[in-house]
């Protein structure tokens, strides 16, 4: 089984308004961390948020949040007021405590239309 | 703060000859994290380094990849002899403390 499931290959957004990137994960530990990772067209891997498994409370950096619902084990990433610089690769990230391994999606192309 | 540096940032080789990365993570950083991401796909995750000592080299192709970290600093990665499916780009990570991790540029590897 993945563990960390993108089901949308490729998504469009228009400049100034909110997107929404999905990703599920299974794992059976109690303890994880999700993440969320931009990748531009130059490949640079650049870190954007965190949540870990025991935050009771949805993680926001600046434009970034993640809607975290442990029950669905989803960790959705909403960019709000997306801009042209948006555009890139985003993937999905999970790392256990038990044996420490982090396992990545397969991403999610975003395009931001003037 | 200086980041992840990587080299070569480039490399086409031909398929059966050898090839090395070199990455130096982030000062202070103790675990390093070298990560191969074929076109299209997300990264996956070769070998995961605690200071100068091996996490997981579970997915590492052990006949023809290794990789060191001497002295718990730099790292390498060697490919010897090299495949045409091994192209792709090479990532390596540091993590202070094992959460966030933060990523070199890559090295692109192209075999023909």
């Known amino acids: 089984a993945q563990k960390i499931t993108q089901t949308q290959p490729g998504m469009f957004v228009q400049e100034k308004e909110a997107v929404t990137l999905d990703c599920t994960y299974d794992?059976?530990?109690?303890?994880?961390?999700l993440f969320w990772y931009k990748q531009p067209s130059s490949g640079e891997m650049i870190f954007l948020i965190y949540?870990?498994?025991?935050?009771?409370q949805n993680a926001t950096e600046g434009r970034y949040s993640l809607n975290f619902q442990k029950a669905r084990k989803s960790a959705n990433l909403v960019i709000s007021a997306s801009q042209l610089g948006d555009s890139a690769m985003y993937f999905c990230?999970?790392?256990?405590?038990?044996?420490?391994?982090?396992?990545f999606g397969t991403g999610t192309s975003l395009t931001v239309i003037p | 703060e200086a980041g992840v540096a990587q080299s070569p940032r480039y490399k086409i080789i031909e398929k059966r000859q050898s090839v090395a990365f070199w990455c130096n993570p982030i000062?202070?950083?103790?675990?390093l994290y070298w990560y191969q991401q074929i076109l299209g796909q997300g990264p996956k995750l070769l070998i995961q380094?605690?200071?100068?000592?091996?996490?997981?080299d579970s997915q590492l192709p052990k006949d023809r990849f290794s990789a060191e970290r001497l002295k718990g600093v730099d790292s390498t990665l060697k490919i010897q002899p090299a495949k045409l499916e091994d192209s792709a780009v090479y990532l390596c990570?540091?993590?202070?403390?094992?959460?966030?991790?933060?990523f070199g540029p890559g090295t692109r590897l192209t075999v023909t």
């Open positions: 949540q870990g498994s025991y935050d009771e």
């Open positions: 380094f605690q200071n100068n000592g091996v996490v997981d």
């Open positions: 990570a540091s993590s202070p403390s094992g959460s966030e991790q933060y």
């Open positions: 794992t059976s530990d109690q303890s994880y961390g």
């Open positions: 000062s202070g950083h103790a675990t």
């Open positions: 990230a999970m790392r256990e405590l038990t044996g420490n391994q982090f396992y």
